[in-house]
């Protein structure tokens, strides 16, 4: 993705951060296999804890697949985590989401408006489901 096209979609989605519904259950889950080898290339351990992300359509009760999910940072901009699998969900290591320099994680699909966690608070890692319901919108 272009710089200024990952600018605009940064500006967008932290924007939108006060538009998202969010809500919380705590249950188990493993790293996806893509998840794992892009924190492999990394050098973040696989064997941290993670957080499994279920995103949804607002409101309608459905969840939503090939959602991109982006990780916003401070000194390396925008960071593919991947994409929503078929029932809607994406997991993330701890150790990403916790890095020093991450602000906030990122669900963007086309039609949809950007849903966003603002990271940084150890509140934050108590949960390790989350859900984002993504609402829809249209041009008239």
Do not use: H, W
């Not at 967008?12 to 249950?27: D, G």
């Not at 996806?32 to 080898?37: D, I």
């Not at 804890?49 to 990780?71: A, D, H, K, M």
Request: net charge positive; with cysteine.
């Amino acid at each position: 993705m272009r710089t200024v096209a990952r600018r605009r979609l940064l500006s967008v989605a932290m924007s939108s951060l006060a538009s998202i519904v969010l809500c919380a259950v705590v249950i188990q889950g493993e790293m996806s296999e893509n998840v794992a080898r892009s924190e492999a290339r990394k050098g973040y351990s696989s064997n941290a804890g993670t957080i499994t992300f279920s995103v949804g359509n607002c409101p309608v009760e459905q969840r939503l697949t090939g959602v991109q999910v982006f990780l916003a940072t401070r000194e390396e901009g925008l960071l593919e985590m991947g994409e929503t699998d078929s029932v809607g969900q994406l997991m993330v290591s701890e150790d990403i989401l916790a890095r020093p320099d991450a602000m906030a994680l990122l669900f963007c699909k086309k039609g949809f408006f950007c849903g966003a966690f603002r990271l940084g608070s150890p509140s934050f890692f108590t949960n390790k489901y989350q859900l984002v319901n993504l609402a829809p919108f249209s041009i008239k």
